[in-house]
């Protein structure tokens, strides 16, 4: 019996750690990628060919009553297998003032590059959960299908002073708070098809023999 519980236990911690992990699961704040909005449902990951570029949607969830009356944040990526193309970052509902543009900024001797910029401001009590809004969309380009950076695609403050979260009494939000669920990309390249290699193999059995009869 004890040799089951100890089992049971170490199962349930396997599967659950990782969630808490990826998003504690006390966070009030959750920022969340789709990383293929034409299909919806909050896609994690998605396969894109060598070359090909794609959509990606950032999404804030408030997951309990939690007050969210302003936000500043960045997005990072990895530099060495995608390029940032554009990108935008439209009021969501409940929040009047914000530039509605983006930055790229380039961070030199790293292997990634941050989007800045992306912010919103309420002047009417900011937005309480729980709820869930777009705040962020862009379109990169798959340069490579190596992966150097830890991530592909993340979110977050970064340490940067310009970046934080604060309720309607100006008081705010802390980091602990605040979770990341960003977003893989799987970058395919070209497989050659199986007619192809067929006739690849077939002009390699033809070179044997003729080889072979010659001598």
């Given amino acids: 019996m004890r040799v089951l519980y100890k089992k049971f236990i170490f199962c349930t911690l396997a599967l659950c750690l990782p969630v808490c992990i990826a ?111 777009e705040i962020a969309s862009f379109t990169f380009r798959a340069i490579s299908d190596q992966r150097i950076s830890p991530f592909d695609i993340t979110a977050g403050l970064f340490g940067k002073p310009q970046n934080e979260f604060r309720n309607s009494a100006f008081g705010v939000i802390d980091q602990g708070q605040i979770s990341v669920q960003g977003a893989n990309i799987n970058v395919i390249t070209a497989i050659p098809e199986p007619t192809f290699v067929g006739l690849l193999m077939l002009g390699g059995t033809i070179v044997v023999s003729q080889r072979r009869r010659r001598r």
């Fill in 23 to 133: 998003a504690p699961c006390d966070a009030a704040v959750v920022l969340r990628f789709d990383a293929d909005p034409a299909i919806g449902g909050g896609q994690s990951d998605r396969d894109v060919g060598l070359g090909e570029s794609f959509d990606v949607s950032l999404f804030m969830d408030i997951t309990d009553a939690t007050n969210v009356a302003s936000y500043t944040l960045s997005v990072r990526y990895d530099k060495t297998k995608l390029a940032f193309v554009s990108g935008s970052d439209p009021l969501p509902a409940g929040f009047q003032f914000g530039d509605t543009s983006v930055i790229a900024t380039s961070v030199p001797g790293e292997t990634f590059d941050d989007i800045d910029g992306i912010d919103g401001t309420s002047f009417a009590g900011g937005v309480t959960g729980p709820i869930s809004f």
